[in-house]
């Protein structure tokens, strides 16, 4: 039995469903990928797995218990930082952490606060507020946020996609070291592939909405620790993203969908003259009729 | 340096010197009855120089007269915040609370405070001496609740999704979800509200005063008309706009101290 499983998920907000057939199971310890196109459901599934959502249909187990609710077991780090504005770097993390810990005693609280701060490299931004903060500063308060509450799994939204190409790779090698030194349960929901087979043991594609579902995943095979530079060179990391990238462009092209619309065409046909015309002046009028036809589109979603 | 003071200070001054003039112009032209400005300012002095004089109950200096109206303020405002910031809560965070009450509210709001204070008096009849008391603190606190009701409503409504994701993920207690996240993330809207509230009392208390009777600037005003002293109703008027103004300034400054990017 798998660590987080995932079983026939499938989500639908009223409409169409955005995710169906969702099958994932992650082991303990290690560190899954998701990679999609935006605007595939990306988001949902992650909000499904942290239970903020719940899905229309099949069962979500987190360490053989099924996931109802929220909970601090699973840690989550946003795509937009989600930290309250009006309390410091320190006070976001206490109220984490206060929450887990009810019954820990104020130096407790504030010793690991403090721990979790100089891991993500912040202790000198320690009291200020989120908006005297870069976006790499606010993720890192997320991140460490996250960990603070020593949860069973993390989840990572998009951690870094808001962030510029540096600044994203200096987070990216600090989530890499952060990773290797606790050894946590991570599901990652990313747009790019590269980011993917650099930080993850496996990959896994979600294909174009709607209605996407996870394609077969790539186990990635670079041993660790992973070089940034070294690794562009490396043959597997280029057939790898060659494949995902391939599989990813291959699952939006399958998609057409038709769009039938009606179309009205204006009142402007000519007189029927096959109608004979009685002489003795009944029908002066011009004979119109107004038609309604259907077009058939192919659009490229 | 030289620019900030003209900006400032001369200009401003430029446009009382226009009022002034258009006054003096009134005076001798169409408004025979209107005091000029010299006279006005006459009549009124021993009221301004001696402003905390107590000459009589309705003969007193103006900052005094400011004083009962600011106290009779303060009282009817901080009762519609107490009242008022609940019920906006409510508001916004039960839609089946604002279907059933938000027309009710709809149709209190636009009630002029003159159409209050009568009711307010019937309802406190029975206090004797404090009967006039209650009933212009009763029109005060539900004349000027409703900026409180609708902004509070608004901003508990605004909160994002992102915060509330926060409070469920870390399974936070009502209360402390309460103080932690919805209290300050819609203090920025509750303040907006609070300082439209202010305003809005302090313009009911001349209403209430006048038709009390009670000593403060509005009572003040409306016996120095009965007396055919019209001097000191531009006295009072100045006065009212005055403290109205500042007390504007003075919330706006605690405004943008909420102000949480």
Not at chain 1, 24 to 29: A, I, M, P, R
Not at chain 1, 144 to 169: F, G, K, N, V, Y
Not at chain 1, 203 to 210: E, K, S
Not at chain 2, 201 to 208: Q, R, T
Request: aromatic residues 8%.
């Amino acid at each position: 039995m798998a660590y987080l499983e995932l079983k026939n998920i499938s989500k639908n907000f009223g409409g169409s469903p955005v995710l169906k057939d969702i099958n994932l199971s992650v082991e303990k310890g290690e560190f899954v990928a998701i990679v999609g196109f935006s605007g595939a459901g990306k988001t949902t599934l992650i909000s499904l797995i942290a239970g903020l959502l719940k899905p229309s249909n099949g069962s979500l187990m987190l360490n053989d218990l099924e996931i109802t609710q929220p909970g601090p077991d699973r840690g989550i780090v946003f795509q937009n930082y989600s930290l309250l504005p009006w309390l410091t770097v320190f006070e976001n993390i206490l109220l984490a952490v206060e929450a887990v810990n009810p019954n820990w005693s104020d130096d407790k609280r504030k010793a690991h606060v403090e721990k979790y701060i100089a891991m993500v490299n912040l202790t000198p931004a320690r009291d200020k507020k989120p908006g005297e903060l870069s976006g790499g500063m606010r993720q890192r308060v997320s991140v460490a946020r996250a960990l603070a509450m020593d949860p069973q799994i993390l989840l990572l939204d998009e951690p870094l996609s808001a962030l510029d190409a540096l600044t994203r790779a200096t987070l990216q090698d600090e989530v890499s070291r952060i990773w290797s030194d606790d050894k946590k349960t991570v599901v990652m929901i990313t747009n790019d592939p590269d980011e993917g087979i650099y930080l993850a043991d496996r990959i896994i594609p979600l294909t174009a909405g709607p209605g996407a579902t996870l394609g077969s995943s790539f186990t990635v095979e670079i041993p660790r620790p992973r070089d940034r530079k070294s690794i562009n060179h490396d043959p597997h990391f280029k057939q790898l993203r060659r494949e995902i990238v391939e599989f990813m462009l291959g699952s939006k092209q399958e998609r057409h969908t038709a769009i039938t619309r009606k179309l009205i065409l204006p009142d402007i046909e000519p007189e029927d003259l096959n109608i004979p015309r009685n002489m003795t002046g009944w029908r002066k009028t011009p004979i119109r009729k107004n038609e309604m036809k259907e077009e058939s589109v192919e659009v490229n979603s | 340096m030289k620019s900030f003071k003209f900006d400032w200070f001369v200009l401003p001054l430029v446009g009382v010197a226009a009022v002034l003039i258009l006054w003096q112009i009134s005076c001798a032209t169409w408004a025979k009855d209107l005091p000029t400005p010299a006279k006005t300012w006459e009549t009124s002095k021993p009221y301004i120089v001696e402003p905390f004089a107590k000459r009589g109950e309705m003969d007193q200096g103006f900052l005094r007269f400011t004083w009962y109206s600011l106290q009779l303020v303060a009282k009817g405002y901080l009762l519609a915040l107490l009242i008022g910031t609940p019920i906006g809560f409510f508001l916004g965070l039960s839609k089946t609370f604002t279907k059933i009450f938000d027309p009710i509210i709809q149709v209190l709001r636009p009630v002029s405070p003159l159409a209050w204070l009568p009711l307010g008096l019937v309802l406190f009849m029975g206090a004797g001496k404090d009967a006039s008391e209650l009933g212009a603190l009763f029109t005060i606190a539900i004349c000027s609740m409703w900026p409180t009701v609708l902004n509070t409503a608004v901003g508990v409504r605004a909160i994002p999704q992102d915060y509330l994701n926060v409070a469920k993920v870390l399974k936070l207690s009502r209360t402390k979800t309460l103080f932690k996240v919805l209290i300050p993330a819609s203090l920025p809207y509750m303040f907006t509200g609070f300082r439209l509230s202010l305003g809005i009392a302090w313009l009911v208390i001349v209403a209430a005063e006048m038709l009390t009777g009670r000593p403060g600037v509005g009572g003040f005003l409306w016996q120095e008309y009965n007396s055919l002293i019209y001097e000191h109703i531009i006295l009072c008027i100045v006065t009212i706009g005055v403290v109205g103004f500042i007390l504007d300034r003075l919330m706006s400054v605690v405004e943008q101290k909420f102000k949480t990017a």
